[in-house]
């Protein structure tokens, strides 16, 4: 088991960015695959990017490529989504999550493990 607190969140004008960070805590930190997924008021929970143990395998959602970028830093256990060019729509609480074992589907919210409580980004208009 693995704790995660995110932080980062916050309000932001159109087009503007954020920096969301996911501080892990208890097991080794390489071992677990990372995804940050959102849920915006009245919709269901959606993946946003996931990026293996050892940051060689990445992926996103097709609404948030190119302007988003997820890395991670083995050695803070820290990993970190980069938001850029941030529209209205992506307003959500912004959850990561940690997944242990084989990268399996990293796109689904029921392959992962532990989950942090959640920071809001709120983009205005």
């Known amino acids: 088991q693995v704790q995660l607190v995110e932080s980062g969140g916050g309000l932001v004008q159109t087009g503007g960015s954020l920096r969301l960070s996911c501080a892990a805590s208890?097991?080794?930190?390489?071992?677990?695959?990372m995804g940050w997924f959102r849920q915006a008021p009245g919709k269901e929970r959606e993946f946003v990017a996931a990026i293996s143990g050892n940051g060689g395998s990445i992926a996103y959602t097709d609404s948030v490529k190119g302007r988003f970028t997820i890395s991670r830093d083995n050695a803070k256990n820290t990993d970190y989504l980069q938001m850029n060019s941030l529209k209205p729509e992506d307003t959500a609480v912004y959850y990561c999550?940690?997944?242990?074992?084989?990268?399996?589907?990293?796109?689904?919210?029921?392959?992962?493990?532990?989950w942090g409580q959640g920071t809001q980004v709120t983009v205005s208009s």
């Open positions: 999550a940690a997944k242990s074992g084989a990268l399996g589907h990293l796109e689904l919210a029921e392959e992962y493990d532990d």
């Open positions: 208890g097991r080794t930190f390489s071992v677990y695959a």
